[in-house]
């Protein structure tokens, strides 16, 4: 499970939004920058105001002091200014000197509200008119006046007479508007002169050290701070927008010369993807940038592409081509098993127990390795490929047509019925009956066998047993020589053992493991001039104490599991017992049907060493059949030569019935011919197959062998198989098969 | 040089302080003040008459010259450029030269005193401290005294002269003199001399403004101050000088503006024919007219001292 943080990790964002956040960041570090300016220059400002403060107090201090020490120093001037003298020592003049003359001397700033000059004794040498002065001098000397919101500073001094200067003549004493001569007497830095004021307050004579208290006022903005925080807040501004303008610009130069090209290309890469492998789809140019290396990597990535796209169909083709050689059979050029078991599989999966009928035909050559030996393997292949063509043309159009192996073909039919199916297989047949094999250097009929299942719903269980069912019934056809197309049935799977009985398979096994059940039964072979039993063909039953199982049932079960060695051992057995037993009558031979899985062992002699001891009083005949005989001639014929060589009479049964070549026969190391009963049946059939027949008994006759035709069941057949020269006869005419053998029942023989 | 040198080099004990050469220049500062201040006066503060403090200005010059007395103008100090240059030069030629300041009627007065300050010292209180001044002299020891006046100061020196002659003074010398009436440039603005009377007459003693010589309407005194001065009228003047027993020698400039239209010219010179005019000088002998006067003046002193020398 992909933990929490790694799936964090693995997510990636756009191009976009990094660009976006990186800016974001940019301008909130300069909005953080921005803010501490800003606050720092408050810090500033209110530090500055401070001190401003406090030097404007100072300024205040000061100025007062300034005040204070003018007003003394004028007074003092006053005091010594020799008209001040004269004047007090010649008053009588005084009014028109104050009125006149100390006006026009302007020996006084504005700001001094009036000029008295007081006797030595404080008397103002005239009333005081239009100023504050008293008329007659305090003893507390200097002193401040509030009146009528104004602050006056009244100060007295002395003057001293010149004629005895220890003495006081009189006194000066002036008044001063205080804030007017505060503000004319000082250059303030830091108060701001505009705002000081006289506190409010009654009317009322102040002590001098009192005079602070009652001024009110502020210092400046320091214009340079504030100049500051212009300047701070306009390049904060400035900046802003300059930064602003310029990220927006860096963020469009980014788009246009990064985001932009990387989103084309993504887009483009999406539509290289949807384009697959056509190079008509690929575009010119992937992105068009003014950066030389993206327009290189777009270049390189269509290459790139370009290249992946013809190594991609390179590789479809490859695919194809191995798919193709994976599901096509190289030899005929049709579907092949891994391309059935493919479809089979997907078919099966696709069930869903739809009402489809699906039909399953399986194809078999008939003797196909007899003509590969004949031919040889290059005419072998080349009937592979006209088996496949030509079954390949008798399909439906859209029907696949597959080689399960060998000559072994198969075709699946969706929704085909049984009749749609057979005539498929009819067509089949005949398309094959119509080529002309002699094209590929085949001088007889190639002939198939068909079987055919179907099913009409797509029901996985049934689906599941088709290929089986159509297996059996191509078994079945070729055990039929009368019919090519072999239909399913159920009776099939009955015969083949899937329905046998468990009890017989079980007495199947048993007989084959010797454990007893074993029963033969004798059918009489007649000499067909005399008429007489010449020898019986043992037939083998089971007799479990249930019943007979017939061989019907018994070598489905021996084939499946590959009991024939034993069992035939034992069969021998059971005839050498009941030889023994004097179960025969004496002097009349016995054949005994041996499988060419028996006849291929190795040591076969020791295995039928019973067998020969009774050659001396009965002919013991093995039979082979044509096609047992024909698959394994090479590996049977050795030991067929040593029977022989003991006195076994070895009789080629079946002949007909499977690739009968006369040519083949001839090598066969056989004493008898027993013609099958469909070729005792052709005798009864048009001239054209009884002239075959005939021949062909005619060539068996001229080339020593005996003949035996089987399948006499009236004395038409027995007529005509005489007549084509048929040494022996066997057949219901003469008797079925019993336990106990017994002479021959036919009353004409002769 | 810094303090700290300075410090060392004024120490007695520093002697190799005295070969820096920070000290030869120190050394002939000191010999030129030494020199110069031989030709400096001193300030005197004395209680004059009336008990009035004054301010004079005096210098001892050579034993064997006269004393001179340099008076100022009307409301001036001695102070005055014209008199300092008078001043000066005397002293230079070593003569003790005497410069008051006429109280004016404030003690201690420095400064020339305003047309509309209240003037209540009359010509008479001045003259009394001439003569008070002359008499100072005479009591340095000197016996033989030269008054020399410079425009108003001429009238008031003639004016005491005439009323109280001092053995001692030998010449008069009058620069620029012209009565104190009215400058004829000048239209009538204050009052009259008829109000002045009239209030006089009446016991009123109010101060009023009056045109006294440069004091165009703004002269602001008592009747009686005012007629004080006014009542030297030219003829007045002009009796004055003829009748003087002292010799007088009158120094007229060339461009004096302030008697132009007054006919004082013509009268001046009938009574002094000897008066020195000197050309493109004006009222206070400005620029070269300086030298001029300077010139006048020391020639006329020799002269007056060689005679009196002789005559003793």
């Known amino acids: ?750 | 040089m810094d303090r700290m040198d300075k410090l060392l080099f004024l120490s007695p004990f520093k002697f190799t302080r005295w070969q820096s050469p920070h000290s030869a220049s120190f050394c002939l500062l000191i010999v030129f003040l030494f020199s110069t201040l031989q030709a400096f006066a001193q300030p005197l503060q004395l209680r004059v008459a009336n008990s009035m403090l004054a301010n004079a200005d005096y210098h001892q010059g050579e034993s064997d010259k006269p004393a001179v007395l340099v008076l100022h103008g009307f409301l001036s100090t001695h102070h005055f450029p014209t008199v300092q240059h008078i001043a000066g030069e005397l002293r230079e030629s070593g003569y003790s030269v005497l410069t008051p300041s006429l109280t004016l009627g404030l003690n201690n007065r420095t400064t020339s005193l305003p047309c509309d300050a209240l003037h209540l010292h009359n010509m008479e209180q001045s003259v009394e401290e001439i003569d008070w001044w002359v008499e100072w002299l005479v009591a340095k020891g000197h016996t033989r005294i030269h008054l020399i006046g410079h425009s108003a100061g001429s009238l008031q020196l003639l004016i005491a002269n005439m009323q109280k002659h001092n053995a001692a003074v030998q010449s008069l010398t009058l620069t620029s003199l012209i009565p104190l009436e009215r400058l004829p440039s000048e239209s009538p603005k204050g009052d009259t001399v008829e109000m002045a009377l009239k209030r006089l007459k009446q016991g009123d003693s109010s101060i009023r403004k009056y045109d006294l010589s440069f004091c165009h309407g703004n002269f602001a005194a008592p009747p009686e101050v005012y007629l004080s001065y006014v009542s030297w009228t030219k003829q007045r003047i002009i009796n004055g000088l003829k009748s003087s027993q002292t010799p007088i020698n009158i120094i007229m400039g060339g461009n004096d503006k302030r008697f132009t239209g007054n006919n004082w010219m013509p009268l001046l010179l009938q009574a002094a024919p000897k008066l020195d005019i000197l050309e493109g000088a004006n009222h206070f002998y400005d620029g070269d007219a300086e030298f001029a006067l300077l010139e006048s003046i020391l020639d006329k002193l020799e002269t007056l001292d060689t005679t009196t020398n002789r005559g003793t």
Not at chain 1, 154 to 159: C, D, Q
Not at chain 1, 507 to 530: C, F, S
Not at chain 1, 721 to 741: C, D, I, N, V, W
């Open chain 1, 1 to 750: 499970m992909v933990s929490e943080r790694t799936k964090f990790s693995k997510r990636a964002f756009s191009s976009q939004t990094y660009i976006l956040l990186l800016l974001l960041s940019i301008v909130l570090v300069f909005g953080l920058i921005a803010h501490s300016l800003v606050g720092r220059v408050q810090e500033i400002k209110d530090v500055t105001q401070t001190e401003t403060d406090r030097a404007a107090a100072e300024e205040l201090s000061k100025s007062i002091q300034v005040v204070i020490k003018s007003a003394n120093n004028l007074a003092q001037d006053l005091a010594q200014w020799g008209e001040v003298n004269q004047q007090l020592h010649k008053p009588q003049y005084y009014s028109y000197w104050r009125e006149q003359r100390l006006v026009s001397a302007r020996k006084y700033p504005d700001y001094v509200r009036g000029i008295e000059l007081y006797d030595n004794n404080g008397k103002v040498l005239a009333p005081v008119i239009g100023n504050n002065l008293p008329n007659q001098r305090g003893k507390k000397g200097h002193l401040l006046q509030r009146k009528d919101s104004k602050l006056y500073l009244v100060t007295f001094s002395p003057v001293s007479d010149s004629d005895n200067p220890g003495d006081t003549l009189g006194y000066v004493g002036t008044v001063w508007e205080f804030v007017p001569a505060m503000l004319l007497l000082n250059h303030f830095t830091y108060l701001d002169s505009s705002s000081i004021q006289v506190a409010q307050g009654p009317d009322m004579a102040w002590p001098l050290d009192r005079i602070k208290p009652l001024l009110r006022y502020k210092s400046i903005d320091v214009p340079a701070v504030q100049k500051l925080e212009d300047v701070v807040l306009n390049s904060v501004l400035e900046f802003g927008v300059i930064l602003g303008v310029f990220l927006i610009a860096v963020y469009l130069g980014v788009s246009r010369l990064f985001i932009h090209p990387l989103q084309q290309m993504y887009l483009r890469l999406a539509e290289l993807r949807a384009a697959g492998t056509e190079d008509s789809k690929l575009p010119e140019r992937l992105v068009t940038s003014r950066l030389k290396e993206i327009n290189e990597l777009s270049e390189a990535l269509r290459r790139y592409h370009r290249k992946l796209a013809a190594t991609s169909r390179d590789l479809d083709e490859s695919n194809q081509e191995l798919w193709n050689m994976a599901h096509l059979d190289v030899l005929s050029g049709v579907h092949n098993r891994r391309a059935f078991e493919h479809d089979w599989r997907a078919i099966q999966e696709a069930a869903g127990g739809q009402r489809l009928p699906i039909a399953f035909l399986l194809f078999d050559c008939d003797f196909f390795k007899a003509i590969n030996d004949t031919y040889g393997h290059t005419t072998g292949d080349r009937l592979v490929q006209v088996l496949a063509e030509v079954l390949h043309k008798a399909l439906r159009t859209g029907d696949k047509l597959y080689r399960l192996g060998g000559d072994e073909f198969a075709t699946l039919l969706l929704n085909a019925d049984e009749g749609q199916a057979h005539q498929v297989a009819e067509r089949c047949l005949e398309s094959l009956s119509k080529y002309p094999m002699h094209d590929i250097g085949i001088q007889e009929s190639v002939m198939i066998s068909i079987g055919l299942a179907v099913t009409q719903r797509m029901n996985s269980e049934e689906l599941k047993n088709l290929p089986r069912q159509a297996d059996l019934a191509m078994y079945h056809a070729k055990r039929d020589k009368h019919r090519r197309i072999s239909h399913y049935s159920a009776e099939m799977d009955r015969m083949s053992g899937s329905v046998i009985s468990s009890r017989a398979v079980s007495a199947a096994i048993d007989a084959a493991k010797g454990l007893g059940g074993i029963e033969m039964h004798y059918q009489p072979i007649v000499n067909t001039q005399t008429g007489q039993v010449i020898h019986y063909e043992s037939l083998v039953r089971i007799n479990d104490n249930q019943g007979l199982i017939f061989p019907g049932d018994i070598f489905p079960i021996i084939d499946q599991r590959s009991l024939q060695v034993p069992f035939d051992l034992n069969i021998m057995r059971s005839v050498c017992d009941d030889i023994q037993a004097h179960h025969l009558p004496k002097g009349v031979g016995v054949s005994i049907n041996m499988s060419a899985h028996t006849l291929m062992l190795p040591n076969l002699l020791e295995h039928l060493a019973p067998l020969l001891p009774l050659l001396e009083e009965h002919t013991i005949i093995i039979e082979v059949t044509e096609t047992d005989l024909i698959t394994q001639l090479q590996h049977v014929t050795e030991n067929l030569a040593q029977l022989r060589e003991y006195g076994v009479i070895i009789a080629l049964d079946d002949f007909g019935s499977g690739y009968s070549s006369i040519r083949y026969l001839a090598r066969m190391p056989v004493d008898i011919v027993k013609f099958d009963i469909e070729m005792i049946r052709d005798l009864e059939s048009d001239a054209s197959r009884r002239s075959i027949v005939e021949n062909a008994a005619r060539m068996v006759r001229e080339a020593g062998y005996q003949l035996i035709a089987e399948g006499i069941e009236t004395t038409t057949q027995r007529d005509l198989a005489s007549s084509m020269g048929a040494t022996h006869l066997q057949g219901y005419l003469f008797g079925k098969p019993e336990r106990t053998p017994h002479p021959a029942t036919i009353s004409n023989t002769a």
